[in-house]
């Protein structure tokens, strides 16, 4: 990690910079709420802890998050892979709140927002690869920036929210065949 300039509180991150700070620092320790936006969308292996060697699936762990009091939205373009579908239906079987997920296909931009006072903006998706998860020979060339610049995080906080809240459906041209259902029409 290296700080940028003091002055604008961003840190850049790249390749296994993005798992350790995004995910074992800040995502496994939320209290409050993660937010994340992606265009792709993996059920990968997340550790139970910071230094446990075991892990679960992230939609489990999502889950497990929400049975602890946290809000977990996820805001993606693709369709979910194969391994994530049927851990999300037994997390909806259980009958007790689960993390909300919601697609639109012009998703693109990247980021995760925790308990609303720290961000990660950068070219990584919600992958192993992407993230940083795989080994130094395997993982994808990844960057982006980590602050906790409230200001910054009050205009990505809004973009989402816009986004999730389908404030750019009504004039979004994109075909029926690649939109499931408007954002806008989904219950808020």
């Keep these: ?36 936006s992606t265009a792709n969308l993996r059920n990968i292996r997340i550790p139970k802890s910071r230094k446990s060697r075991k892990t679960i699936s992230c939609v489990e762990f999502f889950w497990r998050k929400v049975q602890d009091g946290v809000e977990v939205r996820i805001l993606h373009s693709a369709r979910p892979t194969t391994s994530w579908l049927p851990d999300e239906e037994k997390s909806d079987e259980r009958g007790k709140p689960t993390f909300v997920r919601r697609r639109c296909p012009r998703v693109h931009f990247k980021a995760v927002i925790v308990d609303g006072c720290e961000c990660f903006v950068g070219s990584a998706n919600l992958t192993g690869a992407g993230l940083g998860a795989k080994s130094e020979y395997k993982r994808n060339f990844e960057t982006g920036f980590w ?5 910054f995080i009050s205009l990505m906080q809004e973009r989402f929210e816009k986004i999730w809240q389908g404030g750019f459906c009504d004039k979004c041209k994109i075909k029926p065949d ?6 806008s029409e989904l219950p808020r």
């Design 178 to 183: 690649h939109c499931d259902l408007p954002l």
């Design 147 to 151: 602050t906790t610049g409230k200001s």
């Design 1 to 36: 990690m290296r700080e940028i300039d003091q002055s604008t509180g961003f840190t850049y991150l790249e390749d296994r910079e993005i798992f350790e700070k995004v995910l074992l620092e800040s995502i496994l320790n939320a209290k409050k709420s993660i937010l994340i």
